[in-house]
């Protein structure tokens, strides 16, 4: 049974960064694709961002894109998402996953961490 468990979470000012990391308990070679999703209070879960576990095709949101960079350290079995210029409307529980066909959600999810921007 895989596990992908976050860390990173927490409460920052607007404007500040917050880096969330995601590791898998086995190898992320494992799986096709791994993502971020948020969840906002009283709204649908969404794709934050995704990255294959080789090359470098990245996708994002578009509520996202310049401000949020996802990466991935495979011989740490590790997906991170940098997160800069943070804005309230950012604040969600922020999900790891992880898909091993092409499409996404794939079938494993993290616990969730809590990231909270408010001044």
């Known amino acids: 049974q895989v596990r992908l468990v976050e860390s990173g979470g927490g409460l920052v000012q607007p404007g500040g960064s917050l880096r969330l990391s995601c590791t898998a308990s086995?190898?992320?070679?494992?799986?096709?694709?791994m993502g971020w999703y948020r969840q906002a209070p009283g709204k649908q879960r969404e794709l934050v961002a995704a990255i294959p576990t080789s090359g470098t095709n990245t996708n994002y949101a578009d509520s996202v894109k310049g401000r949020f960079t996802i990466s991935r350290i495979n011989a740490k079995n590790t997906v991170i998402l940098q997160m800069n210029s943070l804005k309230p409307e950012d604040t969600a529980v922020y999900y790891c996953?992880?898909?091993?066909?092409?499409?996404?959600?794939?079938?494993?999810w993290g616990q969730g961490t809590q990231v909270t921007v408010s001044s």
């Open positions: 086995g190898s992320i070679r494992s799986f096709y694709r």
């Open positions: 996953n992880a898909a091993t066909g092409l499409g996404l959600p794939g079938d494993y």
